[in-house]
C-alpha cells in the first residue's frame, strides 16, 4: 500500500509538472537565423506556436523597441497572412552608427487571410532587421496573440533578473559580440588566402616538374636517334 501511494503520489507531481511548465513552451519567441551580430543586419523568426486547442491563431502584433531602435524592418511575405508595418518618430532622436534617426519601426501586424495557425501548429514570421545595436546584450519585444474567438494573449512581461519566468513573458532576442564574429570572418578569410597560395604553388611545381620531364625526354630521344644513326653507319662500313 505505502509504494502505490508513492507511485500514485509521483504520477501526480509529475502531472503537476507538466502542466504548470507547458505555458513556457507556448509563448512566442524570437529567434535569429544564425547569429545577431552586434552592429550588424540579421533576419528573425518571431515563432508563434497554438496552445489551443479549440480556436485558431488569426493574428500577431509585434511591438519593436524605442530604447534601441532598428532603423530598417522589412518582414518578408508568407501565403495566407496579410502584413503592415508601422513607423513613429521617436520622442527623443537616437544616434544609430553615426546617423540620427527620428523615426523607426514601432509596430508590425500580421493578420490571417484563410485559417491562420491552427491548433496543433505553429507559424514563423521572419523579419529583417538592423542595425543591431552595439550598446546591448539583448532586445526586448512585446506580442499580441488574437484567436479566432477573439481572444487577446499578451506576451509583454519582461523577465527580472533572480526572478521566476513570467506566465506571458515578452520575445527576447540575444545579440552576439560583434568581436567574435569579426575574428571568424577575418580567420576564414585568411585560412582561403592560404589556401589560395597554396594551390597555387602547386600548379606552379607541377607545371615546373612537366617541362623537366619533357626536356629530359626530348634530350633521351635525340641521343637515341644518334645512336640508331651511328650503329647504321658503322654496320655499313664493315
Known sequence: MKASRIAAAAAVAGSAVVVLSSPAFAHVSVQPEGAAVKGGYAVVDFKVPNERDDAST?????????????????????????VKVTKSKLAKPAEMHGET???????????????????????????SVGMLPTDTDQLVFKALQTYSDKEVVRWIEVQKDGAEEPENPAPVLELTAASTSGATAEDASEKTENTAADTTSDVGSSDTTARVLG???????????AYGVLAGRRRTTV
Open 58 to 82: 488569426t493574428k500577431l502584433e509585434v511591438t519593436f523597441p524605442t530604447d534601441h531602435p532598428l532603423a530598417s524592418v522589412m518582414p518578408e511575405p508568407i501565403s495566407g497572412w496579410t
Open 101 to 127: 534617426i527620428t523615426e523607426a519601426v514601432t509596430k508590425v501586424t500580421w493578420t490571417a487571410t484563410g485559417k491562420g495557425v491552427e491548433p496543433g501548429y505553429f507559424q514563423k514570421f521572419p523579419v
Open 215 to 225: 626536356v629530359v625526354g626530348i634530350v633521351v630521344g635525340a641521343a637515341g636517334v
